[in-house]
């Protein structure tokens, strides 16, 4: 074994051991923790997808824990402005203007997980400068810049009440690597300690109890970038990853059928250049996660559909019917091409 080999076995082992860090407090999400952490080592911002009260500020305290680097959060309101993100104004206690550093900037470099809950109640104005922070990792505030090379974006969408919102674009969802949905467990014990277990009513305590910084996170984009360099795709993968391309702009031609519409009719634009980018990163992360140094087709079956589906454009007519489409779609076209 080469140095490097070394290296990423003894990180594949300190990834694990976050996952299993982290679903000592979040219980009953091992498929979640997953691929949160997938997008960690792959560096990609996430999109989730939940009711409220569900667990994701705990997942996303947790993982910041775990990683050892900062974690800030900002509500989507209506009436939030860009420059909300960046600084507080207010009045001292000697009656004096001040200006304060906002959720953004205030832990400078260390930033490593910024949670914007409830990103559809924002306006795009917001929405445009989070797009830019997360493709640049960098703003301008207080006649410098700050930059976050370590930050990974996660952002919520409230799907329950829908007035007063503002969907985000085709085009920024796009820069999301995966959209990832949290459930309540099903699990009768599982539901049983998160009602009676005061462990699980006190987020601060129950993140405080795991082990801080198991990880050098400042190391991740050098890890994440040999991580992509040492899992190989065979000419046969790269064969299938371009059907399985092409059958998401044309489903029809490799005959995915879906009960009630034409699926000859029903896509917009298929997956873009930087959607099968992703889902090529986020496959050898897990291929790296299962101990390979080579991805197979279940790794890229494994995230397709969170790395795929949110990007997907359907004609406008079946745009309002995405929650019930999506997931047929994705089974549909995982189904109809041949894997080698
Ligand atoms: N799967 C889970 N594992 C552990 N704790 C959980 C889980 N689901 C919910 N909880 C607990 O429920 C409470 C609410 O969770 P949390 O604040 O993380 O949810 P949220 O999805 O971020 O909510 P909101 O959308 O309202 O911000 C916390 O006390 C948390 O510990």
């Known amino acids: ?32 923790i997953r691929l949160v952490n997938t997008a960690v080592f792959a560096r990609g911002h996430v999109l989730l997808q939940g009711d409220v009260g569900v667990g994701k500020t705990t997942l996303l305290r947790a993982f910041a824990r775990v990683l050892g680097g900062a974690y800030a959060r900002t509500e989507g309101t209506i009436d939030l402005m860009p420059n909300d993100l960046i600084y507080y104004t207010y009045i001292s206690a000697e009656g004096r203007p001040a200006v304060d550093p906002g959720p953004l900037i205030e832990h400078g470099e260390d930033l490593a997980i910024f949670f914007f809950n409830e990103i559809n109640r924002a306006r795009p104005q917001v929405h445009s400068l989070l797009l830019r922070v997360m493709a640049e990792r960098s703003v301008s505030a207080f006649n410098r810049e700050w930059r976050f090379p370590h930050l990974q974006v996660f952002a919520d969408r409230n799907r329950v009440e829908r007035e007063e919102t503002f969907e985000i674009a085709s085009a920024a969802r796009d820069r999301f690597m995966m959209e990832v949905t949290i459930e309540t467990p099903a699990d009768e014990d599982q539901r049983r300690a998160l009602m009676f277990d005061p462990r699980y009513h006190d987020t601060d305590a129950l993140v405080a109890s795991l082990a801080g910084g198991m990880l050098a996170y400042r190391e991740l984009n050098d890890i994440a970038a040999q991580i992509q360099r040492s899992v190989q795709t065979s000419e046969r993968l790269q064969q299938y990853a371009l059907e399985l391309w092409r ?70 007519v079946y745009e309002m019917r995405r929650p019930e489409i999506a997931a047929p779609l994705i089974a549909g076209i995982l189904g109809s091409v041949a894997a080698p």
């Open 247 to 316: 059958a998401t702009a044309a489903p029809a031609d490799y005959g995915v059928k879906l009960s009630g519409l034409d699926t000859a009719q029903l896509m917009l634009a298929g997956a873009s250049p930087r959607g099968m980018s992703m889902l090529l990163r986020a496959a050898r992360v897990t291929a790296w996660l299962e101990g390979r140094d080579y991805a197979t087709p279940e790794d890229l079956q494994a995230v397709f559909d969170v790395t795929i589906a949110h990007r997907l454009c359907f004609q406008p």
């Open 1 to 32: 074994m080469d140095r490097s080999d070394a290296l990423l076995q003894d990180w594949r082992e300190r990834a694990l051991a976050i996952e299993r860090e982290v679903s000592t407090a979040v219980m009953g999400q091992a498929r979640v």
